[in-house]
């Protein structure tokens, strides 16, 4: 895998990316976004192409709790030992974790780039940026990585579907600085 291919790869399985364990070492990674999202969707295939199974498909499916239907795409990679590697990596006991060497991995500005695209929010009205974090008891050394590789001191704010990383006006300016010559052109609205 290329470098800047590891790099992205690493920032949506700190996001909403899922992989899937296949046999004793190899995995594959799905990414599933919104129609609204299907831009983003493309861009992850294009630039690991060389992985993929095939283009993003189409999905419609109806909620029966809801009586909702809902639009999305989902694309996935073939099976490797590279993948494997990572899912080693980043899951314990089938659950995703943040691995103790975090800083290893969140050390590049694609990679939190690609993370804030999946999971980031800007709030317009008080000019800041939230990154959602899965839960887990390791949050802490997710903020040292992030101060010791760009500088950025986030708080943890406790919300009723998770955790988020909370950036003050300053720190989303310094945020926005380093992110956004990686940011497409249709996600542009996470960085106001």
């Excluded at 895998?1 to 949506?12: C, L």
């Excluded at 590049?108 to 939230?130: C, E, F, Q």
Aim: one cysteine or more; glycine letters at 4%; proline letters at 4%.
């Amino acid at each position: 895998m290329k470098k800047r291919q590891y790099q992205i790869v690493i920032g949506t399985i700190l996001g909403d990316a899922y992989m899937q364990k296949t046999g004793s070492a190899n995995a594959r990674i799905r990414f599933e976004h919104s129609e609204k999202q299907y831009e983003y969707i493309l861009w992850k295939y294009e630039q690991l192409k060389n992985y993929m199974q095939d283009v993003p498909k189409k999905i419609v499916r109806l909620n029966p709790i809801f009586q909702k239907t809902y639009t999305y795409y989902r694309c996935q990679s073939h099976s490797s030992p590279e993948l494997g590697k990572l899912r080693e990596i980043f899951y314990t006991n089938g659950r995703k974790t943040i691995p103790d060497k975090i800083d290893q991995y969140l050390d590049n500005p694609i990679t939190l780039a690609v993370w804030y695209m999946d999971d980031g929010y800007y709030y317009h009205r008080d000019k800041i940026a939230s990154l959602y974090i899965h839960n887990d008891e390791k949050w802490h050394l997710v903020i040292e990585a992030l101060k010791h590789q760009f500088g950025l001191t986030p708080l943890l704010k406790e919300k009723k579907k998770g955790k988020n990383l909370q950036f003050s006006v300053a720190d989303t300016r310094k945020l926005i600085a380093i992110i956004a010559p990686y940011i497409i052109p249709s996600m542009e609205y996470k960085i106001g």
